[in-house]
């Protein structure tokens, strides 16, 4: 029973550089969603979508892409990575709208120096 | 205004102690409340979850729902060790509540200790 698995655990980018953070969940669930996590902040949504095929724009979308092309993964793209992005990042996924509890992984650990 | 408002603590107690969490909320179209538990380098997991007003109870934790006041907490009864970490509210509006309806809303969180 995995739920929700993020990889890496821990990630050092220098500026500059991309990389993609994994997600994947075995729960069958269609809403998947990123999340930051910074001191001070709280949870703030990057991105989520509704479905394979589907996704759309949250919170703070600027400097990250995803995809959603099966309903297990929910890739996320940093495209040219910012000191300014290092954080804690959380995956979640979800049943339905609205009403539906969200399963969280345990996160990457992402440094930008 | 920040549509979820929750103080950040830090709060520590002693063990055995009842401890109220809370959250202040300005969106009325709120419906679903939810608490989440997050330890030390781990992602949230949900703790509680009511819908409306009211209050919910499971073993020590009690969550309650104002909706008038628009208003929730936590409450934890004897409390343990065990329940340091990081207390989450969360909500969202239902079905006719527009395009953000998907989104759970957070507050910031409350760091616990509970001191042996």
């Known amino acids: 029973n995995a739920g929700v698995t993020q990889t890496p655990k821990f990630q050092v980018l220098k500026t500059g550089q991309s990389m993609t953070l994994q997600c994947a969940q075995d729960m069958n669930h269609e809403y998947m969603s990123w999340y930051r996590q910074d001191p001070g902040m709280g949870l703030r949504l990057i991105h989520y979508?509704?479905?394979?095929?589907?996704?759309d724009q949250g919170e703070v979308p600027n400097g990250y892409n995803v995809s959603r092309s099966t309903t297990e993964d929910f890739p996320l793209r940093l495209l040219s990575a910012a000191p300014s992005q290092t954080s804690v990042y959380f995956c979640a996924s979800s049943y339905g709208p609205y009403n539906s509890p969200l399963h969280f992984g345990n996160g990457t650990r992402l440094t930008v120096t | 205004q920040k549509e979820v408002e929750q103080d950040p603590g830090p709060l520590s107690v002693p063990e055995g102690a009842i401890v109220s969490l809370n959250c202040t909320y300005s969106?009325?179209?709120?419906?679903?409340f939810m608490w989440y538990r997050q330890y030390s380098r781990k992602g949230p997991e949900l703790l509680m979850y009511?819908?409306?007003?009211g209050n919910k109870e499971d073993g020590r934790f009690t969550a309650q729902v104002d909706k008038s006041s628009k208003y929730i907490s936590l409450f934890i009864r004897d409390s343990q060790p065990s329940d340091s970490a990081t207390y989450l509210c969360a909500m969202s509006g239902g079905s006719n509540s527009g395009g953000s309806n998907y989104k759970l809303t957070f507050g910031k969180g409350t760091l616990l200790t509970v001191n042996p």
């Open positions: 979508s509704v479905g394979a095929g589907i996704t």
């Open positions: 009511t819908y409306s007003s």
């Open positions: 969106n009325s179209a709120f419906q679903y």
